[in-house]
RNA sequence: GGGCGGUUGGCGCAGUUGGUUAGCGCGUCACGUUGACAUCGUGAAGGUCACUGGUUCGAGUCCAGUACCGCCCACCA
């Protein structure tokens, strides 16, 4: 034992105690078990993704609650995994590509998806290998990927599933399409930013003949985006808008273009906005589009997918979307066409991949119908089935379940699971299949061809639940460990994940997912800003591992977490979590130090206490336990990472080892300490794996800590009257200090130390204390006494039960330090004297700056304070 | 436009159903190296709990409103 080093060394011991784990199958679970299972699924990072603070925060939670239910005998069933992740994967592939001059296109589809493979092959387990850094105890065996074959078969299961009760249908409308990526975009994917952009009026002219009133010859239509102007094909006024009234059905000339366009009327238009008229381009715009239907126009597209303008657009063909209007603009300004431009602030969409503005396009999509689907989810959470921690989410929840709109799940790209639809192309039949069929059921034709299109990657992650577990097969596993108990996440994926997972969850095996959700915070800088590479305010989980362990980082990272509060994160954070493993170290090394020899895993109520000290540790210990695992059960992580933390820091190193100490050097053998150091370690495993199975092993190595039960409440241990009495002994000693420290009592001399008891009861108190007074104080002498009178030249304190007299005659030169106080009380008038002299120049008051004045003020008040107590501590050497 | 979160000692934050003296970590100051630990120990200083009003015997905690900071959602061109 006594090689044990001074330092807890992390590195040294991490990944061999990972290993070690592993190789002994710890960390899986068996749906045969007799236990009770506990399951979670893993929020499947992006398969191109590199550990970053939030997955940290993110599984250390997981992994405390999973290695908390093992602990306490649950089948406790991790399930790991990544995701596909479409778009990221290949612009990622496509990035690469490009460094030797290719693009997809000239690989063409099946090379770039063997290209897709081939990076997953080799780039794709860099996440997972990071989250066993962080000590994640997944069942590694039970690993998946949103792509892999049995995942596939789910989401053709699905697909069919929904497409036979006709709630994904496909059609021509407005979608988010993002011109960099190439591809639809769901609502979710297309985040709202606020934009600084500008207005532009433009003047529409009447066509020659008709009649007019307003301002001329022209209507004046507002424009965020004038080059979609091209595919005007109407102005809309609102019906009530005098203004306009006499103009509706009369035929304007679309400048440039020069097609005839009608005024119609519409109650969608705002009469407040801009000039009340309102340009109707069905093919770029949403209300357009459904505006456009109400007058039966057709849309006319004038761009690409590449957002270049197409043929519609006349002279402008070929350009870019912005090059364009910039064109635009010229040419109506040209021609007096240009009526004003103005600032103006909104909202644009953007790509949630590539941050490119995404631009309402009208185009042919697949889509689901969400309604059916929301409902039975609305009802789950409403009924309380599903449980939101923190509450509030649920609201949220619940809004946008209410309002939810059909989900795109199209994407015009290559990487993803591709739609099980195929097209005859002689007789134009529609075919849904798992398979692509050898001939037409329709017409025998052998031409048939698959549809282009990929699902969008939430289509496989929204099964994750089930799918991992086996699903649409009905597996043991799925048996037994579904529902799954609890999913942790971040809100940022509420809707994109968590709510289309109790959609499916329902839809698909009747069932809900996971019956709670626990949302916690945002990781973010000491600024406020959410860590991202693109701001370059991260902080790498791997540094912090390489530098302060891994229980460091999982300990600060939860005990600075507040539940489902944003998390704000400095490197020196991560001191608290390295000091208290090597606490954790060092405290374990001093009790193995000294208990050789004793029993491991004795029950403490069966030994007999005759300490004081070892009843209040225990008493302490039982009620930690209690408070633990209470607050794990509510999902209050860092409360219950405080309370450990306290009791092992304070209650147990600071007052109960100094207690024993004295008596483990008179060569007794503590078994309450070794019992309580192995009751704290097993507290303290889920949240710190490495360290307590670094001690574990020098306790029993033969045996993994994450093998031993989690600890039980022995309420019969909990004794509030000891802990009153050790309450009444610890704030004897602590006066004793104080009066050591404030007198500059030097540790040499002889001190004596007069208790004079003020109640009938408060003798009592000490009964078996008074060692720990002489000891812990560092006394020669403790003389109990009710008739003492105060002695001369002696330092008082007064307790509730007691009077405490020390008599400094001896100890202290009392004139020395009468004089050493005075001196001080002097200097400290001195000083005040002189700051008061230069808060009243004026010179300095009002030259000098504000922040030095106040420093000043702050100063004189300070000094006006040391010099009161000066004054008290100099009557009580009188 | 709607919704949500935050405001507590110099800094960063806890504070569960309202209940004695409001806690913790860092930092500051003083002392300390007695064989677990200086990544430590002992002690000290430091707070009108954003503001206004209300409910209550009692409010950091509940209610209403105000201010500032932040987040999410939203098809006014």
Known sequence: MKDIPSRYNPQEVEKKIYRRWQDEGLFGAEASSRKKPFTIVIPPPNVTGILHMGHALNNTLQDILIRWKRMQGFASLWVPGTDHAGIATQNVVEKKLATSGKSRDDLGREKFIDEVWKWREEYGSTIIEQLKRLGSSCDWQRTRFTMDEGLSQAVLEAFIKLHKKGLIYRGNYIINWCPRCHTALSDEEAPHVDTEGKLYYIKYPLKEGEECRVKGEGVVVATTRPETMLGDVAVAVNPKDKRYKKLVGKTLILPIIGREIEIVADSFVDREFGTGAVKVTPAHDPNDFEMGKRHSLDPVLVMNSDATMNENAGAYKGMDRFEARAGILKELEEKGLLVKTEKHQHAVGHCYRCHTAVEPYLSLQWFVNMKELAKPAIEAVKKGKIKFTPKRWTKVYLNWMEN?????????????????????????????????????????????????????????????????????E???????????????????????????????????????????????????????????????????????????????????????????????????????????????????????????????????????????????????????????????????????????????????????????????????????????????????????????????????????????????????????????????????????????ADMNIPHSKRLVVYLVPLKKA?????????????????????????????????????????????????????????????????????????????????????????????????????????????????????
């Open 762 to 878: 408060s003798e009592a108190k000490l009964k078996g204390g008074i060692d720990y007074i002489k000891n812990l104080a560092r006394l020669d002498e403790l003389v109990i006494d009710k008739d003492m009178k105060r002695p001369e030249a002696c330092a008082t304190a007064v307790l509730e039960d007691f009077n405490i007299f020390i008599p400094l005659k001896g100890v202290i030169d009392i004139d020395a330090e009468r004089s050493r106080l005075t001196k001080k009380m002097q200097d400290a008038k001195a000083q005040l004297s002189f700051s008061d002299r230069r808060l009243k120049d004026k010179n300095f008051t009002a030259r000098a700056p504000e922040k030095i004045v106040a420093q000043e003020k702050d100063k004189a008040e300070k000094l006006g304070e040391q010099i009161t107590r000066l004054k008290s501590t100099l009557n009580t050497l009188i």
């Open 474 to 740: 009905k597996t043991k596993d799925l048996e037994y460990f579904y529902p799954t108990d609890v999913l942790v996440t971040a809100p940022e994926i509420l809707f994109f994940w968590v709510a289309r997972m109790i959609m499916a969850g329902l839809e698909f095996t009747g069932e809900i997912p996971f019956s709670d959700v626990y949302l916690h915070g945002t990781v973010r800088d000491l600024t406020g800003k959410k860590m991202s590479k693109s701001l370059g305010n991260i902080i790498d989980p791997l540094d912090i591992i390489n530098e302060f362990g891994a229980d460091a980082l999982r300990y600060s990272m939860i005990v600075i977490t507040a539940t489902g509060q944003d998390v704000f994160l400095s490197k020196e954070k991560f001191e608290i979590g390295r000091n208290f493993a090597n606490k954790i170290w060092n405290a374990s090394r001093f009790v193995l130090m000294n208990v050789q020899g004793l029993a491991l895993n004795k029950r403490c109520s069966r030994l007999s206490l005759e300490h004081l000290a070892d009843e209040w540790i225990l008493s302490r210990l039982n009620r930690a336990v209690e408070a633990v695992t209470k607050s794990l059960g509510q999902y209050r992580f860092n409360e219950a990472e405080a309370l450990v933390y306290d009791f092992f820091w304070h209650d147990f190193c600071d007052w109960y080892v100094e207690m024993v100490k004295p008596e483990i050097a008179g060569g007794v053998k503590g078994q309450v300490l070794l019992d309580v150091l192995e009751s704290s370690l097993k507290l303290l495993h889920p949240f710190m794996p490495f360290v307590t199975e670094a001690v574990w092993q020098n306790i029993d190595e033969r045996h993994s800590i994450m093998q031993e039960a989690w600890p039980r409440p022995d309420k019969k241990l909990v004794k509030k009257d000891i802990e009153e009495r050790v309450e009444t002994i610890k704030s004897i000693i602590v006066s004793i200090r104080n009066i050591r």
């Open 404 to 472: 939810i709109r059909d989900w795109c799940i199209s994407r015009q790209i290559w990487w993803g699971h591709r739609i099980p639809v195929y097209y005859c192309e002689i007789c134009k039949e529609v075919i849904v299949a798992k398979v692509k069929p050898e001939t037409c059921p329709e017409c025998g034709s052998t031409r048939i061809r698959q549809d282009e299109d990929v699902l969008d990657t939430w289509f496989s992650s929204w099964l994750w639940p089930f799918s991992t577990l086996g699903w649409p």
